[in-house]
């Protein structure tokens, strides 16, 4: 059993447009303390920042960190933390790996996933971002009363460690330092009637030896 508090401490100054942020910036510091049958605390950070050099792209950026820290943090009951999910770093989702990305035999561990799990994540996202309707001026096809598509093109980098396994650019000096993972592609956001916004991207991972691009399907608006 476990009983958790947090506290953040939240700046939001961005104007959305029909799948994300257009221009401003948002950030989040949240603490949080979980005690019982485990006990460990988490720190959060995130800070994005969107720009329109010209009109009408915009540049976002988004820089997070998030990790459990404490006697517990790595416990074994508790579920590792993924880099892999779309919303985090694209090309790289759980379901995309087959087992010819693994030793042949299948009995040991398998260095190209496994490097995506851990207690603690950073995270960069790189996006620029095109209205191609529904947004009236702002959008490169003018036209009528139609849902907002935007089309994006992006960068993501990843690193996801334990206390074992200490980044390189941290300080980790040992054979299991972690590396971060990256990729990048492009994809279409549709805004499904206000309902929530669909997403489809087109990712080229660039830490998986012999993978191509892969498809991936998310819901959920740009960060």
Known sequence: NLARASAALVYDNAIF????????????????????????????????????????????????????Y?????????????????YLVRGYDAG???????????????????RLLGSRLGVLNVELRLPLLGLGDLSLVHGGPVPPIDL?????????WTRATTPAFLGGGSADARRPVRSFGAGLRFNMFGLTVLEVDWARPLDRPGKGWVWALRIGPGF
Not at 32 to 41: A, M, N, R, T, W
Not at 96 to 114: I, K, R
Request: a negative charge; proline letters at 6%.
């Open 17 to 68: 447009g029909g799948t994300g942020p257009l221009v401003g910036e948002r950030a989040r510091l949240e603490v949080g303390s979980s005690v019982g049958s485990i006990g460990f605390y988490t720190l959060l950070g995130d800070f994005r920042k969107y720009v329109m050099p010209v009109r009408p792209l915009t540049l976002a950026a988004r820089l997070l960190t998030y990790g459990r």
């Open 70 to 86: 404490g006697a517990g943090a790595e416990d074994h009951r508790l579920r590792e933390l993924f880099l892999g999910y779309s």
């Open 96 to 114: 995309s790996f087959s087992l010819a990305e693994c030793p042949a035999d299948g009995s040991g561990p398998c260095p190209v996933f496994d």
């Open 152 to 160: 994006v093109g992006f960068f993501d980098a990843g690193v996801a």
